[in-house]
């Protein structure tokens, strides 16, 4: 049946078709009188788009050069991100349509990308095409890592001082840092009789860094920087920064002496009191009445006090007797319970005490009332502070006659000499090695970092303790036979030790042959 005019148009306009002028196939008309399957036999959107490209990778830290130098993991959106910014080729005239990647192998060096575009060949003609690109990783070097691989290539530099004989605050917080990972903008540390020096390629990494150190102990800050040149046709400085962090010379188990100002402000505290914790601030205990005084930075630095006695100078004891205080007395003693530290640790009692050094020669003997009684049973080992041999004529001060004690217990010593078996570890930060100087020697103070964390349990928390591969069965159990001339009898079975539980298991990643590696390989220049 023939259609008319009136038809048309109340069912619709039919578009007419013609013979395409290649292969004959009716198809809708246009400038070209061709048909898709001619036209993309004919003509090509993807003669402008490279089929291989470099991808720039820098080895040491894994970051591809987008620019700038992005992290992205393995066929991640962020890597397919970089793979597409590198395409030339692609616009306004040829538009993306699809992208999706190939799987590789991940050592293979090359990842493939198959992409879809799009550009109109002729008016109201859309020609698609699709296309497999194959990027080769190239690898190089970026600035940052460069800059880590270069002496004195640093902007910044924090250096961490305290003037103290030991070095067991420095190793604590080399513990902090680790479990934080504080450490991640240093380009490099290095050791150095008074401290720690830590260099950062920017000022602002450099401060951060100095600001995480204060949240963790004490300190007074002082900034500094030095001119190293100077472009006056364009009024372009270049500095390098100092940051000086003085930590604060009073750690943990220290005897300090207040001075009469210094006690007006903390409501009247004791001239001699311990310290017993060190965080953001100092915290006292008065060892006879187990009164708590907390001592922030500023006040500390505005008003110092002296330190009298440190763990150098402590005496063992052997206890004796123990005796606590009745709990009428315990409320006289500490009438506000939000100033009682320890959180329930300590209890107050009179302990009886004599030195080890004149058990079988005298039978001198002290009674002293100590903040440590309820951890404390007869038989026992303290170390403490002997009064009596340490000079303490240049602290001038006529009340302290009478509120001093001969003996004043600062902590439980437990004998056990298997401690250097355990069966975890400590991990350190790589120190920058430099010929011709000396190494700081810091074990013993490691050793003494240990032995507290194997005591104090709050401490633990914020450090990272790595079971130790192999050396599960270093240590004897209690009972057990021991080598080397070990006396059973002077082990303590209440010694306290790390729950295996708390232990992490340190990731080893080993090859079938193994290579060494570049220096340029490693992740993180402070990891060893």
């Known amino acids: 049946m023939k259609r008319t005019h ?26 070209t009188m061709r048909c898709a399957q001619c036209l993309k036999s004919e003509v090509s959107i993807i003669e402008g788009i490279p089929r291989q490209i470099a991808l720039p990778r820098c ?50 060096m090359r990842i493939r990308v198959k992409i879809t575009v799009q550009k109109e060949v002729v008016a109201g003609s859309v020609l698609q095409q699709t296309m497999v ?27 961490v001082r305290q003037k103290v004989p030991h070095r067991r605050t420095l190793c604590l917080l080399e513990q902090l840092i680790l479990k934080h990972d504080a450490h991640s903008k240093v380009l490099s540390l290095k050791a150095t009789p008074e401290g720690l020096d830590f260099h950062f390629s920017q000022r602002s990494h450099a401060q951060r860094f100095a600001d995480f150190v204060a949240s963790c102990v004490p300190q007074k ?6 001119l190293i040149s100077h472009d006056g046709s364009s009024n372009v400085y270049n500095y390098k920064y100092t940051i000086l962090c003085e930590l604060c010379p009073v750690v943990v188990d220290d005897l300090v002496y207040i001075p009469k100002g210094v006690s007006s402000h903390l409501s ?64 006289t003693a500490t009438p506000a319970k939000h100033h009682v530290p320890g959180r329930g640790k300590y209890a107050v009692g ?51 006659e009478n509120d001093i004690a001969d003996v004043i217990l600062v902590r439980r010593l437990y004998k056990n000499k298997k401690r250097r078996n355990r069966n975890w570890e400590l991990r350190r930060l790589d120190r920058e090695k430099v010929d011709g100087e000396q190494q700081v020697d810091d074990e013993e103070d490691m050793e003494a970092v240990k032995q507290d964390l194997e005591e104090d349990e709050d401490l633990r928390r914020n450090v990272n303790m ?9 240590a004897a159990p209690v009972g057990g036979q021991q080598q080397d001339g070990e006396d059973e009898e002077d082990d303590d079975d209440d010694a306290p030790e790390v729950p295996l539980a708390e232990l992490l298991e340190g990731l080893v990643l080993r090859d079938v042959n193994p290579t060494p590696a570049p220096r340029n390989a490693e992740a993180n220049p402070l990891l060893p």
């Open 6 to 31: 009136s038809d048309v148009g109340q069912t619709g306009a039919v578009a007419p078709t013609v013979l395409c002028c290649s292969c004959g196939v009716p198809m809708v008309p246009n400038s």
């Open 59 to 108: 080895r040491n830290c894994g970051r591809y050069n987008r620019p700038p130098w992005t992290k992205a993991e393995f066929e991640s959106r962020e890597l397919l991100g970089v793979c597409l910014k590198r395409i030339k080729g692609i616009g306004k005239e040829v538009r993306l349509v699809d992208a999706s990647f190939i799987w590789t192998e991940e050592h293979s």
């Open 133 to 159: 690109i194959e990027f080769q990783i190239v690898n190089q070097q970026c600035e940052d890592c460069q800059k880590s691989f270069t002496p004195h290539a640093w902007n910044a530099i924090v250096q």
């Open 221 to 226: 800050q002082k900034n500094s920087k030095h």
């Open 350 to 400: 009179d302990v009886e005490v004599a030195r080890v050094c004149d058990l079988g020669v005298n039978d001198e003997r002290f009674i002293v009332r100590s903040h440590i009684a309820g951890v404390l049973r007869p038989g026992n080992y303290v170390l403490g502070y002997n009064l009596r041999s340490v000079n303490i004529s240049g602290l001038d001060d006529a009340s302290m």
């Open 466 to 474: 790595y079971r130790q591969d192999g050396a599960a069965g270093l």
């Open 268 to 331: 009247g505290a004791a001239s001699l009191m311990l310290c017993h914790k060190v965080s953001n601030a100092i915290r006292l205990v008065d060892p006879q009445t187990l009164r708590g005084y907390d001592v922030p930075p500023d006040a500390y630095f505005k008003r110092p006090f002296t330190t009298v006695c440190s763990r150098a100078h402590m005496t063992e004891y052997m206890v004796l007797n123990v005796e606590l205080l009745e709990e009428k007395e315990k409320q």
